[in-house]
């Protein structure tokens, strides 16, 4: 070992196997600074990364990768995962901006949590070569976990880090991890859960059709999949809020991009959005399909009102049957 400090850079995500990475670096005695990456789509708990950056007293770098991931996202080189998930291209490029993060920070590797073979899209050993191939960081991820399945990075060979004190863990089991998070006390770890939108099967449904109508995706786009029921009526976006704190969102939108909205006048119920003007006979399906998740009776008339670009109108409608609404929903 060289009497050298270098600093490594930790792609951190707050979950147990990217919290071990940092431990495991830490215990060889090097500095280590943190990237905490997130995309439109993320679910991951940023508290939990906070708190890892807090219990071992490390530097962290937020990254967002923002319009040039939805760009991705929309046309993925390598084709998508089990969904939308677009993961062997969502790693290559989020390794090519941790790569220009190490270089001005000075840091003489990139280190992940990464378990080989423990996600079969983007964690076998082809795959992991691909990623650092395309990212121009071939030999440079340290993997701690898995390090000697795998082969002798640049910075093991420099002498930096001790390779016997790596780990050779593989697969989806997490017993290993468990047990070591155990010998290093490290406690109340997240869950294993999914951490992206895009592997859920309802919103890659929402996304799906969204990229049938649209050439390309944009923030506002991915902020409205995230919220209400979703319907397509005759070609048209329909919107319909779940509780208050959607109906304020999609009110909010409304108001920010001219968008019409409807709501049900005597009763307790949704407000609607439609993504652009359509014509009246989807305006009036819109608000049978506000009536039918309102406090309305089924069957019974009711006023529904219409705003369209700054204009209010009133018109008549009952509830959409069941059938209308599986028929409109996405």
């Not at 060979?157 to 290093?184: C, F, H, T």
């Amino acid at each position: 070992m060289l009497n050298a400090k270098p600093k490594v850079l930790v792609l951190l995500s707050g979950g147990l196997d990217s919290t071990l990475a940092v431990k495991a670096m830490l215990e060889q005695g090097l500095d280590v600074e943190a990237a905490i990456f997130t995309t439109p789509f993320c679910l991951c708990d940023k508290c939990a990364a906070g708190s890892v950056v807090k219990k071992f007293g490390i530097k962290a770098h937020a990254v967002f990768l923002g319009q040039e991931y939805l760009d991705l996202v929309a046309n993925p080189p390598r084709g998508y995962g089990s969904q939308m998930n677009p993961c062997i291209d969502c790693r290559i490029l989020m390794f090519g901006k941790a790569k220009e993060l190490a270089q001005e920070l000075g840091a003489k590797c990139v280190v992940t949590g990464e378990v080989l073979d423990e996600r079969p899209f983007s964690q076998t050993k082809r795959a992991m070569e691909l990623i650092e191939r395309k990212a121009g960081l071939e030999g440079k991820i340290l993997r701690p976990l898995s390090a000697k399945l795998l082969p002798e990075t640049e910075f093991e060979k420099s002498g930096y880090v001790n390779r016997e004190k790596l780990y050779s863990i593989r697969g989806r089991r997490r017993l290993p991890q468990m047990d070591l998070a155990k010998e290093w006390g490290i406690k109340d770890y997240p869950c294993p859960s999914g951490g992206c939108l895009l592997t859920d099967p309802r919103f890659a449904q929402r996304l799906k059709d969204l990229l049938k109508h649209k050439k390309c995706l944009k923030i506002d786009d991915v902020a409205l999949l995230r919220i209400g029921r979703h319907f397509r009526v005759d070609g048209c976006k329909v919107v319909v809020g779940r509780n208050e704190a959607e109906n304020q969102s999609l009110l909010a939108l409304a108001s920010q991009k001219k968008q019409p909205w409807l709501e049900v006048v005597e009763y307790m119920g949704p407000i609607t959005l439609l993504e652009e003007k359509c014509p009246d006979k989807v305006m009036y399906k819109a608000a049978e399909v506000t009536v039918r998740y309102s406090d309305a009776e089924k069957g019974v008339e009711v006023d529904v009102k219409q705003v369209v670009a700054g204009n209010v109108r009133i018109v008549r409608a009952t509830a959409a049957s069941d059938e209308e609404i599986e028929l409109f929903r996405i």
